[in-house]
């Protein structure tokens, strides 16, 4: 009995000396049990019990060395001199079949702590069974079914009301037709109507010095700074281009039509038979 409590004493010493590693290794890494749960899913109470060298309260041996070495591998520690370690530590009795090799019901520990079955009881209690999930699942069917009937009864009546209504000579559906889309219209066209017969005639007159260009049927015609109170006129076969400096300093009148919201700062007014474009 005395060797038999001294090898027990022995185990429990190296059990706790790999759980003071472990949480060593751990606080090293400022890590907490749940942060470690959260990492590599070992429940939190494995967790402990491997640190505090009571795991064999809670696992069987071909647990606990699992969980041993995968935390272990978490931690960056070589798990085989560890688990070299561990099977001193937890011998089966002599005699005694494997815990890993046991029925169920030889099996005297427990996997798990007893405040842990609850838990699991409870989380039992809240699944669904699976015949209630049948027949939520065929309630449901039904349900879509008796919608569908409705829908096409609702339909054919509308249908026939329809046709009834047309045998009777009275419209039930008035299409409209789509409106033609209106082109937009571009806020830089100005539109004159000059006749094919007649030339293509501008008039210029500055409300103060400004530079001005005429190009009259892309040829460069007039290039200089006009002074305020100038009169300028131009004519053109097929286009006439003003390039001016400050527009906002310019009145242009195109064959006697007063040209407006000509804009602000530089710009080129190209001006042919369907109208003025401003550039």
């Not at 009571?54 to 978490?74: E, G």
């Not at 409870?122 to 699976?130: E, F, G, Q």
């Not at 906002?248 to 919201?261: C, G, L, Q, R, Y």
């Amino acid at each position: 009995m005395e060797h038999t409590s001294r090898e027990t004493q022995t185990s429990r010493v190296v059990m706790e000396t790999i759980g003071h590693i472990l949480k060593k290794a751990r606080e090293s890494k400022s890590l907490t049990i749940a942060e470690v749960n959260k990492k590599t899913r070992i429940h939190s109470e494995v967790l402990t019990a491997l640190e505090e060298g009571m795991c064999d309260q809670i696992l069987s041996y071909t647990y606990a060395k699992s969980f041993l070495k995968k935390y272990c591998d978490f931690l960056g520690l070589d798990p085989r001199e560890i688990l070299t370690e561990y099977p001193q530590a937890r011998q089966e009795k002599a005699g005694e079949i494997p815990m890993q090799l046991r029925p169920a019901e030889v099996r005297k520990e427990p996997l798990l702590k007893p405040e842990i079955k609850p838990a699991i009881e409870k989380a039992r209690a809240l699944t669904i069974p699976r015949d209630s999930m049948k027949l939520v699942f065929w309630g449901g069917a039904i349900i879509v079914a008796i919608m569908l009937v409705f829908g096409l009864v609702f339909a054919a009546k509308k249908a026939i009301g329809a046709v009834k209504a047309r045998s009777k000579g009275r419209l039930v559906h008035t299409i409209q037709p789509k409106k033609a889309a209106q082109p937009k219209k571009d806020p830089s066209f100005r539109e004159f109507y000059i006749p094919k017969d007649a030339f293509i005639s501008v008039t210029i007159k500055t409300k103060r010095s400004v530079l001005v260009k005429v190009k009259r049927d892309d040829l460069l015609v007039m290039e200089r700074v006009l002074p305020k109170g100038s009169r300028e006129s131009f004519k053109a076969s097929e286009k006439l281009e003003i390039y001016a400096a400050k527009v906002e300093a310019i009145d242009v009148t195109v064959n006697s039509k007063p040209a407006t919201s000509l804009g602000k700062g530089l710009k080129r007014l190209e001006i042919t038979r369907k109208g003025m474009r401003i550039r």
